[in-house]
């Protein structure tokens, strides 16, 4: 069969078997919520395993059309020559046991509905499907396309799965303006920064150490890892920056991070033993018990690459009683059926001991590791008895003897692969549901995130121009797009991961702002989809007409369903986050699977000069209270070192010190974060819900 196709007045030729056609004079289709089974007028749900050229049934798909197996449809204004729509209402749609289903009207159409698929074979008439309006957040409506051919090539097909097309986003940004160059300078030079402090937390305790470890014929941290991970496989660091600014080393005497070993994402937590022994203190307390809190919220296997002096003594105040969860976190996440591995390759003293005694696989290296709850020196002194390092905890013993080894290596390297097959027999397989979005990259150059984020971020920037050099080919489905404009929400993919977005425009977040995202939250977990929250946010507005409007109820409504929501919520601090705004936004406290930064964010309760101002009048109201004169010198010197502590506090470093993010990123590499992020969440269920707290109305 030959129909001709027109858009517009312009005839696109005749085609030959399938053809895609729209409702004949509407001006708005709507796209497929699944691929049909056209052979047998059903309706079937493609799952995973579905794959190009064949359904889920493992059946040859029927259907071949002029672009591919699967075609979807956007917003054009398209006419099929030679019939009427009217001819067509008399048609039988696809049958349901003989009957006619009702026809059903999109919202705004008054059109029947009718998608025409012509031509399945030479010869074959047209089958008319009846299509009821989707609602379903990745199979709205499309902006218009201007021309039948551009619905063809903008087809987007990945894994059998059929995908529409969204608006790509209108870069306004100028490379060439003097702003954006300024900005880019500052960046660049504030990046520099960044670099030194990450090369200086990767030098552990320093070269001298360093070289006294490799004189041991001791691998380095980094360097297990790297033998431990799947070749060219990516590693994503967390919590790099720990201990900044602190008494204590760079790091935190620790790595850890996310990485692929024999095709499955793991947590791995490996001692620095060149930094202070590998011995834990507060801020490696704090790491440490993140990376378990990574493994056990995505369920991802850990893998702890053991050799630790034990608890930093001087530190023991600190470290002491918060300790014990690391023990209880080992034996939940085993509890839960996530793997725990102990590959020990030095020594596992005290209560460090516990760590392969609670792991669910025990790896020992011969002469090198060493296990045991007293060394020789304490049971000497507390029993007179005489023994020797492998007599107490050796390899050998515990794995001939004792029973706690569960692998004997003869060196580190043979450890490691020792570990990689333990990984490999797990028969691990992820819960989520993975990508399913076309993966290609953003339409613009994440280089130019440099020149976008303004020097002072005082200044709002546009959170579209960050979207599009992130998302996958630049695509964003904006939602509510005229109201609440302070707010961003809408829906992407990255590297094939369909997301929600929350994003802060305008800093101020008001009523309608606040119920446009509650609204949003509900959306994304009715169809399962996580979240990615980018702050830039002073906070809820206030004032006495705000506050008459409301402005608390909706606040609490947004707080309501970020606290709720099951969804994956991942945290991308931007600008600043300032606030309840970083309560309303998903902050660390309403526990996102992850939060990175860029090296420039900033958090507080609220700005430096504007907490000195609330403290200034606080204390200038007190002493009119109390009938005494107000000291003007002194509210001068307290207000400059309040301001000198909020603005040190409220800085980036400040917060991966504390481990209070997941780490800071280079805003170039803002896509690849979240693409692992993303990926590892999956490992688990990505499940959202129905049930949220009382909305005050």
Known sequence: MTTSVEVAGQSLGDHDGTLLAFPLDCHRALHLEASFDLAHGRKFDPGPDTTAGGNRRGEPDPVETVVDRHLRLA?????LSGESHQERKGEKAVRDGGTERPRRRPLGVDMDPLMILGGIGEGVDPILIDH???????????????????????LKLTDGY?????????????????????????????????????????????????????????????ERIELLLDRDSP??????????????PLGANGVTGIGV???????????????????????????????????????????????????????QAEVFLTGGKWFRNLTQLSAAGIPTIALVFGSSTAGGAYVPGM???????????????????????????ESTDEELGGAEMHSKVSG????????????????????????????????????????????????????????????????????????????????????????????????GIVANQQGVIFSEEAQKTTEFIQLCNRYDVPIIFSHNTTGYMVGRDYEQRGIIKDGAKMVNAVSNSTVPHISLMTGVSYGAGNYGMSGRSFDPRFVFGFPTHKVAVMGPKQLAGVMSIISRA??????????????????????????????????????????????????????????AVHSGPVKGTSEFGVFRM
Not at 164 to 184: G, H
Not at 644 to 650: C, K, L, N
């Open 75 to 79: 917003d054009v204004d398209l006419h």
């Open 132 to 154: 009821e309006p989707v609602t379903h957040p990745h199979l709205a409506p499309d902006h218009c396309l201007e021309s039948f051919e551009n619905v063809l090539h903008g």
């Open 162 to 222: 059929p995908h529409r097309v969204m608006q790509v986003i209108d870069s306004r940004v100028d490379p060439r303006s003097t702003e954006f160059t300024a900005n880019r300078v500052v960046m660049l030079e504030k990046l520099e920064e960044f670099e030194k402090l990450l090369d200086e937390a990767r030098q552990g305790g320093g070269q001298t150490y360093i070289d006294r470890h490799r004189d041991r014929g001791k691998l380095l941290a980094r």
């Open 235 to 248: 590693f994503l660091e967390l919590s790099t920056l720990a201990a900044w600014g602190t008494d204590k």
């Open 261 to 315: 070993v024999n095709g499955v994402e793991c947590v791995i937590s490996a001692h620095d033993p060149t930094s202070q022994a590998g011995s834990s203190n507060r801020y490696s307390l704090r790491k440490s018990l993140r990376a378990q809190d990574i493994a056990r919220q995505n369920r991802l296997p850990l893998v702890n690459l053991v050799e630790s002096g034990g608890a930093d003594l001087p530190d």
């Open 359 to 385: 792991c669910d696989y025990a790896v020992m290296v011969d002469q090198r590791a060493k296990v045991f709850l007293g060394g020789p020196p304490l049971v000497k002194m507390a029993t007179g008895e």
């Open 404 to 499: 706690l080894s569960d692998y004997f290596a003869r060196d580190e390297h043979e450890a490691i692969r020792m570990g990689r097959d333990i990984i490999a027999h797990l028969n691990w397989r992820k819960q989520g549901y993975g990508p399913t979005m076309p993966a290609d990259e953003p339409v613009y150059d994440p280089e130019e995130l440099l020149g976008i984020l303004p020097e002072d971020l005082r200044m709002p920037f546009d959170q579209r121009e960050i979207l599009a050099r992130v998302l996958d080919g630049s695509r964003f489905e904006e939602y509510k797009a005229l109201y609440g404009t302070s707010i961003l929400t809408g829906w992407g993919s990255v590297h094939g991961f369909p997301v």
């Open 622 to 679: 007190a002493a009119e209270s109390r009938g005494v004169e107000f000291n003007e010198d002194a509210d001068a010197q307290r207000t400059a070192l309040i301001e000198a502590q909020i603005g040190h506090e409220e800085q980036a470093y400040f917060s991966s010190a504390l481990v209070r993010d997941d780490g800071l990123i280079d805003p170039r590499d803002t896509r690849t974060v979240l693409g692992i992020a993303l990926s």
